[in-house]
């Protein structure tokens, strides 16, 4: 069973800075996409940034510049650095998982993990 177990978040002032991590099991890594989401109270679901299986980004404008996520195959692991952080970054951030290829649309990936609470302070 596939199974993703993110870690890193926490407390932070506004224009710091946290690295998550996703680690992933009971899957063949690098032939999956990998993804963060995040989700404030009261709002919907969205995509932060996701990496193909070939190593293809895409970012949601509001990270951009701000956000890179990168994957190590070798550890099966994903992660997302958060720099300049801003009060509107707090959410839980999810990690989430597809075969091949990514997609901005939530419903896309059957697997997910049980996210981490970030936090920016103003």
């Known amino acids: 069973q596939v199974q993703l177990v993110e870690s890193g978040g926490g407390l932070v002032q506004a224009g710091g800075s946290l690295r998550l991590s996703c680690a992933a099991s009971?899957?063949?890594?690098?032939?999956?996409?990998m993804a963060w989401f995040r989700q404030a109270p009261g709002k919907e679901r969205e995509l932060v940034a996701y990496?193909?299986?070939?190593?293809?980004?895409n970012y949601v404008d509001s990270v951009k510049g701000r956000f890179t996520i990168s994957r190590d195959n070798a550890k099966n692991t994903v992660y997302l650095q958060m720099n300049s952080l801003k009060p509107e970054d707090t959410a839980v951030y999810l990690c989430?998982?597809?075969?091949?290829?990514?997609?901005?649309?939530?419903?896309?990936?059957?697997?997910w993990g049980q996210g981490t609470q970030v936090t920016v302070s103003s």
């Open positions: 990496i193909d299986s070939g190593g293809s980004t």
């Open positions: 989430a998982t597809k075969y091949y290829s990514g997609s901005a649309v939530y419903n896309m990936y059957p697997y």
């Open positions: 009971a899957l063949t890594f690098s032939d999956y996409a």
